[in-house]
């Protein structure tokens, strides 16, 4: 059964710094992986789709890498902003009905 | 185009009480999945549809059912309602015919169970 997890499950960083968020996976026989922003009480934004055979994506600001042989993705983001405070969430496509599991997310505050 | 809704956006059931959740797209995606999310946690996937008349259980099934009559349509049934079943809804969308390969959400129903 495919687990993915994010760490750290909470991330404060002052306005202009860079950051890292982290998510692995334990079956690394998926398709593809999706990154979403979800701001409170609100829905799901894609805001990248890696497909398995490729190692990056970029836009703007973010950048998200996946090493599916380590099981291992990262979504980089570039001079945080406080519009960028929401929680992100990764999700692993193995293919099969293209169902997606979810980690349980990386809740960011940009701080001025 | 108004891409995937769901309709309520709140509702407040009482316990042992049944209601149905919709959602409708209009991308003509073959692909539809319900998932929930508990506070503080990841969106786990209840129901999904490869297509017209075809749906099967996912991880958390259990005290809901579904349908998929036509293509646009995917409604959850929850039958006696359980404190349980409180959750955020997603309805999502996917077509395999090529393109973005992205799901599509749905902005979400909040159901409490009282």
């Known amino acids: 059964k495919q687990e993915v997890t994010q760490i750290p499950a909470a991330l404060s960083v002052p306005e202009g710094e860079n950051l890292v968020l982290n998510c692995s996976f334990t079956d690394s026989a998926i398709y593809n992986l999706q990154w979403f922003r979800q701001d409170p009480g609100k829905g799901l934004t894609s805001l990248l789709l890696?497909?398995?055979?490729?190692r990056e994506q970029t836009s703007g600001r973010l950048n998200a890498s996946l090493d599916k042989s380590s099981g291992r993705s990262t979504l980089y983001i570039a001079a945080s902003q406080p519009g960028d405070s929401a929680t992100y969430l990764c999700?692993?496509?193995?293919?099969?009905?293209?169902?997606?599991?979810f980690g349980t997310g990386t809740r960011l505050q940009v701080t001025l | 185009n108004a891409g995937v809704t769901q309709t309520p956006k709140f509702h407040i059931l009482k316990i042992g009480q049944s209601m149905t959740l919709q959602c409708t797209q209009d991308m003509n995606h073959n692909y539809m999945y319900w998932y929930r999310q508990d506070p503080g946690m990841g969106l786990k996937l209840i129901y999904y549809?490869?297509?017209?008349?075809?749906?099967d259980k996912g991880e958390v099934p259990n005290g809901y059912n579904v349908s998929r009559s036509t293509t646009e349509d995917f409604p959850l049934r929850l039958e006696l309602a359980a404190p349980s079943q409180t959750s955020v809804y997603f309805c999502a969308s996917y077509s395999d015919g090529g393109g973005s390969y992205e799901q599509y959400f749905g902005p979400g129903t909040r159901l409490t169970v009282t």
């Open positions: 999700a692993v496509n193995t293919g099969t009905a293209s169902k997606l599991t």
């Open positions: 890696i497909q398995s055979s490729q």
């Open positions: 549809s490869v297509g017209a008349g075809i749906t």
